[in-house]
């Protein structure tokens, strides 16, 4: 006999309806929500957790950072200040899911579209805006310093932020600067930890400063200057706080008023349709930019530039884009650039050196080189040959009884220039006149292949300006001697060079390779053939004050006053100590560094 089935325990179909309803049961939170892996989010930048599906069972969701928890099937949530945070999904006191996030500072590239031409930027503020600031109070006076600072966008707010105390300016992102193609001005971005106080924050400081803002329906605010400019908007997104800033209006027609001009640049809201539809990288993965990144040192502020070239010009403008930074260390700054070139920058020989380097009286206060082969100096004058600028050119000195192509033939490629200080004579004319007055020389030379061109020049330019010269010949030499504001002009013509010397005639001085010395001095091939330099040296010139013994006609007590008077009255002027900036052709482009140093504390 077949047995038969057993009967279910009289329990469980009463078990399996509950477990049916508590399925069915809007409140259940069987489901586990899922939060993703463990991963590193950017600060500012919304991510979403749980589902969208309107059918979804609600949770609560507790996010870690001290704010209020929120409840929904979904939610999209940003972190304001770098850290790690744990994610949790609740049901009531149940916990579902969780998930530890890693929250970094938005780098300020991210926030800058990816087409943007120019960008100016730190990208930290802590350890970098300090000495910055504190450089350039030093460079230019600290009342100086603070009103031009005061005045830069967003820049008032970053200075407070300088003080200490609580802020809303996030010191691990950055600040910057930059301009869009399709916007004809300025833009300004600043990494902030609360974007809400933050736009409250900056229109304090633009009300503060007399301008009008008026907050928008959209959290953005119109803010009308008060010189009654074009408006700027000011708005936020995705812990940047923005300001676009347009091109100041041209000036009035004649019955016009400037409140005619003061109205709304359709431009402004341009910046902001770009920042919002960001998604990607922006700018920071800029090929160009991180081709040129490995070929500059690390710096406190950097800038990119790539600009667009028309067609047209890139025959004579094969420049592609510019990045540099400058490293501040204490009482100096450091310029480190490269420039980006499709093809060899100022053709593929070197300039000549310059023979006035070589052999001149030492102690220059400043120098200046320009070393260029002819050819890539004619190209830079009047443009590629056939171009239509260079037709233009050609046919405009023809005009004036000139023949340009003859005379770019007859520049040898070599242009120097120095300047020397006189320290007797200035203090002489300081004590009869009771002012400072500049006294010294300048020599300047450039190299020739041909003369007849440049002479023709000369005595033209001479007679066409109505100036009194005189006009001596002594063997294959021509000099033109006269005065320009009370002081001796001499420019000597001769088949090898032409040389300019104008003020106090120079004397008692050592003369030698100066451009060796300066080689000796800056490193590198500064000064060198090929490479286009420039130096100031006030500390020269301090020297040659302090060092001036006698001057005839002059009682010592009064030149010690003097010199006691003009140092104070020259440090007050500025620290600088010396300048200094060299450019040179290097393959794939050319490179640019410079120094500014102050003098010591």
């Known amino acids: 006999m077949a047995s038969r089935p057993r009967a279910l325990p009289s329990f469980l179909p009463l078990l399996l309806l509950t477990v049916a309803v508590g399925l069915m049961s809007p409140g259940c939170r069987s489901v586990r929500p899922d939060l993703g892996p463990e991963r590193t989010l950017e600060a500012g930048v919304p991510e979403s957790f749980g589902s969208q599906n309107a059918k979804a069972p609600s949770v609560t969701w507790d996010f870690g950072d001290g704010t209020p928890p929120r409840t929904a099937a979904g939610v999209r949530h940003a972190w304001d200040v770098a850290g790690r945070y744990t994610v949790r999904a609740l049901d ?16 300020v590239l991210r926030a800058v579209p990816e087409d943007a031409q120019t960008v100016l930027y730190v990208p930290r503020l802590r350890g970098n805006v300090e ?28 200075l407070r932020s300088l003080a200490g105390g609580p802020t809303v300016v996030d010191p691990e992102e950055g600040f910057g600067f930059f301009l869009l193609p399709d916007f004809d001005g300025v833009v300004a971005l600043l990494g902030v930890t609360d974007m809400r106080a933050a736009l409250e924050a900056v229109s304090r400081e633009l009300r503060g400063a007399g301008h009008r803002v008026l907050p ?20 936020a997104d995705r812990g940047y706080v923005y300001l676009a800033v347009p091109d100041s209006p041209d000036a009035p027609e004649p019955g016009e008023t400037v409140k005619a001009l003061a109205v709304e640049s359709p431009d402004v809201n341009v910046v902001r349709r770009r920042v919002e539809a960001l998604s990607g990288p922006g700018v920071s993965e800029n090929a160009l930019l991180a081709e040129l990144r490995g070929k500059v ?19 004579d403008m094969p420049v592609r884009g510019f990045f540099g930074s400058l490293a501040v ?23 000549p050196a310059s023979a006035l380097l070589g052999r001149a009286a030492a102690g220059p206060v400043a120098a200046a080189q320009l070393s260029v082969p002819p050819e890539e100096l004619a190209r830079l004058v009047f443009g590629s040959p056939d171009s239509p600028r260079r037709q233009r050119t050609l046919e405009r000195w023809r005009t004036q009884g000139l023949d340009a192509e003859a005379l770019l033939k007859a520049l040898r490629g070599d242009v120097a220039m120095l300047v020397y ?15 400072p007055a500049p006294k010294g020389t300048v020599v300047m030379e450039a190299g020739l292949t041909s003369l007849p061109p440049v002479l023709q020049l000369v005595q033209k330019q001479l007679q066409d300006n109505g100036l009194v010269f005189q006009k001596e010949t002594q063997g294959s030499t021509t000099r033109f001697r006269t005065r320009l ?26 003369t030698g390779d100066v451009g060796a010395t300066l080689r000796t001095r800056f490193g590198g091939d500064a000064f060198g053939p090929g490479h286009l330099s420039l130096m100031v040296d006030l500390g020269r010139l301090r020297s040659d004050l302090a060092g001036a013994r006698s001057v005839p006609g002059v009682g010592q007590g009064q030149l010690l006053a003097s010199q006691v008077f003009v140092g104070a009255l020259l440090e007050r002027l500025t620290p600088l100590e010396y300048g200094f900036l060299d450019f040179a052709p290097a393959e794939g482009g050319g490179r640019l560094q410079g120094r500014v140093v ?4």
């Open 297 to 315: 040192r690390d710096g406190s502020v950097f800038l990119f530039s790539a600009p667009p070239v028309p067609e047209a010009e890139k025959e």
């Open 131 to 158: 000495g910055l600031v504190d450089f350039y109070e030093r460079l230019v006076g600290s009342r100086n310093a603070r009103s031009t600072l005061e005045e830069a966008p967003l820049v008032p707010l970053l």
């Open 485 to 510: 504001q009370e002081q001796p002009v001499t420019l000597s013509l001769s088949p090898e060079r032409a040389t300019l010397e104008a003020g106090e005639v120079l004397s008692g001085r050592e």
């Open 216 to 235: 928008q329906e959209d959290g953005s605010a119109r803010v009308d200057p008060v010189d009654g400019g074009r408006s700027m908007l000011l708005f």
């Open 421 to 435: 200080f006189d320290a007797a004579a200035f203090f002489k004319s300081f004590i009869r006149d009771q002012r």
């Open 92 to 107: 009531g006191e149940k916990e579902l899911a969780r998930v530890v996030l890693t929250v970094v500072p938005r780098p």
């Open 598 to 601: 102050l003098r010591e504390r």
């Open 329 to 351: 260390q204490a009482d100096q700054a450091e310029l480190d650039g490269f420039l980006s070139s499709s093809r060899p920058l100022l053709g593929t020989a070197r300039g």
